[in-house]
């Protein structure tokens, strides 16, 4: 997700009754039903991630560059494999009373283009995409402590989670650089079984889904940083 390192995420941990006895189910509710209400400035974002609402600011131009070119380069890449999926970002995944918004999202085209009537792919009048439609999701890292440990260790495990195959994360702040590719997921153990990282300046295959055999390098990534 995108955030400044000057503007950490607002994070709304608990919403509690005065007895802090509310059941987990319901605080789930109150939660949606608070993320559904909030009116935010322009230009930022917020989430339901492992039950807290996390508000984020738009990020850099590192970031939207990055994220850019893999829009870009995967759009091209499954346009020539004539496949069913397509590539979004700036959408709502939900899955249960769990709100994500991802860099990069692959979907099933039809889910992507589907009108608020379309109960099969599209959630609640309109709000997101069901996350079962989902074949990918993509996090360009920020940078901030928070920022950082929400995309490599919070969303891994909501993602995962929700069994959404594929999670690909590009990282400018684990050493000189580094993508990650997750796949295989438990999800009811919230992690993925099949990990593959590598820095900065090497190429790394989406090992299954749609976008299996794209290849994630320099073009995306740009050189190592530092370097």
């Given at each position: ?33 608070a993320w559904k209400a909030m009116e935010l400035p ?66 099933l085209e039809d889910a992507i283009t589907a009108t ?107 050189p190592p940083r530092n370097a």
């Open positions: 997700m995108t955030a400044l390192a000057q503007e950490a995420p607002v994070t709304m941990s608990e919403i509690t009754t005065p007895e802090d006895s509310t059941p987990e189910p319901e605080l789930d509710e109150v939660r949606w039903q322009e230009g930022f974002h917020a989430e339901i991630i492992e039950g807290s609402i996390e508000v984020s600011p738009t990020g850099r131009h590192s970031h939207s560059r990055i994220s850019f070119q893999l829009r870009r380069q995967l759009t091209q890449y499954l346009d020539k494999q004539s496949s069913a999926y397509a590539v979004t970002n700036d959408t709502n995944i939900i899955h249960g009373r769990k709100v994500w918004i991802p860099d990069v999202v692959v979907a608020a009537d379309n109960p099969e792919f599209v959630a609640e009048d309109g709000i997101g995409l069901d996350s079962r439609c989902v074949a990918l999701v993509a996090e360009v890292v920020s940078p901030g402590h928070d920022c950082k440990k929400r995309d490599r260790v919070r969303k891994r495990r909501a993602y995962a989670g929700a069994g959404i195959p594929v999670y690909v994360i590009l990282d400018d702040y684990d050493g000189q650089g580094t993508v990650t590719v997750l796949a295989s997921p438990l999800p009811d153990q919230a992690v993925y079984t099949e990990s593959h990282r590598v820095p900065y300046g090497r190429e790394v295959i989406i090992p299954q889904g749609p976008a299996k055999g794209f290849v994630i390098g320099e073009a995306i990534t740009g």
